[in-house]
């Protein structure tokens, strides 16, 4: 990003970029020179707010918890440095460094996440390497809110299916401070809650007696349900509140405090401060005061099909692969597990019974995972900014990571096992290449498919040079664009 930020000249964008009021020293000029193309777009939001709070009212589509943490780091462990460094340079450096620490516990949060529920820790550990170095990874790196989040999110899904409930929950609900689509999460304890209770009702007879009475299982269930859902929404609904009694409130003078630069840059770009003139902005008269649906409407145009302009079709070429990418792994599912998809999953197989279920992307315990990562890429192809996708799915969802590791691992012969473990050992048939019977995969072997890839030297297969050129040269355009204020960004 610094060699390309270097070489590059910055379009003019008509993008939030508020003035720097003090002057730079040596030390802020180079750490600029080289991090100074991770503070571009959203990131400008984030690290102001870190520094001036929530001043403008457009600022508040950005939820806190992020820049707050920037802020705690910069002023706590970066301390040390502000006779070096001005504010700005440390948060700069803090998120940085922030970003960093988030994105390796996430890799980690998705791998464990992924062993528990792919049951095969070989895909989940080429799912973890290929997050490592997907497209996203730009934004992960930049001074945005998505590698938190990713950690966050990963965390609490496997924290869930551990039966952490309670540490799942309070997990979530961080992410929701986050960012706003963390409220979509609380449906992974719905169907938590109802896959428990109509696995209990389909019990055999025997196992009848043993149960409490239907009453008082609904009871648990909706009881459990309402108060995770309720704490997953709780960071949304007290940021609204903060923002209504910001700029809805009375006038407090605030706008005597602000610098004059940035009220001129409040005058000449339109953005409303908090409670200026005492004038309130129209969402506060509104039924339900929400600040962030207002800002997505008036500020960015944000609804359904309003993207749909011509002159966005290079942004929707920006946000074709993981489109298809997304698409393919949720026809694929659906493909190979009708009935389960049809069932919502909901009805007792022999295989758990048994207690041997399927192993792979296309176990049962993937079903609501498609699920979430299918209904994020509908709303955000459909009602968002579509250049968006790539970061909004690859910071919100394992689906992508595992079905590109399912692929490696069905249609690579270089990442195949050949060891002891004879499910592994064994050639795969020309049907199983098809993808007739995805999802197998052995748990016998410990080792490292990325290690055996290295050291063969035969080709890769088409579709393997597909798939991990489509992570690294897409991530080098990303890379480039977000850097360098490209003009159709």
């Not at 984030?46 to 001036?52: M, S, T």
């Not at 979509?184 to 007879?205: E, W």
């Not at 004879?422 to 007739?436: I, M, Y």
Request: proline fraction near 6%; aromatic fraction near 14%; hydrophobic fraction near 50%.
């Amino acid at each position: 990003q610094a060699l390309f930020n270097l070489l590059i000249p910055d379009h003019t964008a008509d993008a939030f970029h508020p003035p720097r009021l003090s002057e730079p020293g040596l030390w802020d000029l180079l750490l600029e020179r080289l991090l100074g193309g991770l503070s571009h777009w959203d990131a400008e939001h984030f690290l102001f707010i870190a520094e001036r709070g929530y001043l403008y009212e457009h600022n508040c589509a950005f939820f806190p918890l992020y820049p707050l943490s920037v802020r705690a780091v910069a002023e706590g462990a970066l301390w040390p440095l502000q006779r070096l460094l001005r504010l700005r340079s440390r948060l700069l450096l803090s998120a940085v460094l922030l970003n960093s620490l988030f994105s390796v516990l996430a890799a980690a949060a998705l791998y464990k996440l992924g062993c528990v529920v792919l049951q095969c820790r070989r895909v989940a550990f080429l799912a973890a390497v290929l997050f490592s170095v997907s497209p996203a990874n730009v934004f992960m790196a930049a001074a945005y809110s998505e590698s938190m989040f990713a950690f966050l999110a990963f965390s609490a899904m496997w924290q869930l299916e551990k039966g952490q409930s309670w540490l799942s929950g309070l997990l979530f609900s961080l992410a929701s401070g986050v960012r706003a689509n963390g409220l979509i999460n609380a449906g992974f304890f719905l169907y938590s809650r109802g896959k428990c209770f109509a696995l209990q009702l389909q019990v055999g007879s025997g196992s009848v007696r043993k149960l409490p009475p239907l009453w008082k299982q609904l009871f648990s269930v909706a009881s459990s349900a309402v108060l995770m859902c309720a704490g997953i929404f709780l960071p949304f609904a007290l940021f609204q509140y903060y923002a209504y009694v910001r700029f809805c409130g009375p006038g407090t003078g605030l706008e005597q405090a602000v610098p004059k630069p940035l009220l001129q840059l409040a005058l000449d770009k339109g953005y409303r401060l908090a409670a200026m003139d005492g004038v309130k902005p129209p969402w506060c008269s509104q039924r339900f005061p929400v600040v962030y649906s207002y800002i997505q409407d008036a500020y960015w145009n944000v609804g359904f099909l309003r993207y749909f302009e011509l002159r966005q079709i290079p942004n929707f070429l920006l946000a074709l692969p993981v489109t298809l990418l997304g698409s393919w792994a949720a026809w694929t599912y659906i493909i190979a597990n009708p009935r389960h998809c049809v069932t919502l999953g909901l009805e007792r197989r022999k295989g758990e019974e048994e207690g041997k279920p399927r192993a792979g992307f296309c176990c049962p315990a993937v079903f609501v995972y498609v699920v979430h990562a299918t209904v994020l890429l509908a709303f955000g192809f459909f009602c968002m900014h579509v250049q968006v996708l790539t970061r909004f799915l690859g910071s919100s969802s394992p689906v992508l990571y595992w079905f590109s590791a399912h692929l490696l691992q069905e249609y690579e012969p270089l990442l195949r096992s050949e060891g002891t473990d004879n499910q592994t050992a064994a050639p795969r048939s020309e049907k199983s290449l098809l993808g007739k019977s995805p999802g197998s995969c052995g748990k016998g072997t410990s080792e490292n498919p990325v290690v055996r890839l290295l050291l063969k030297r035969r080709f890769i297969t088409p579709l393997g040079k597909c798939l991990l050129g489509f992570f690294l040269s897409y991530w080098l355009l990303g890379l480039i664009l977000h850097c360098n204020f490209l003009p159709w960004t």
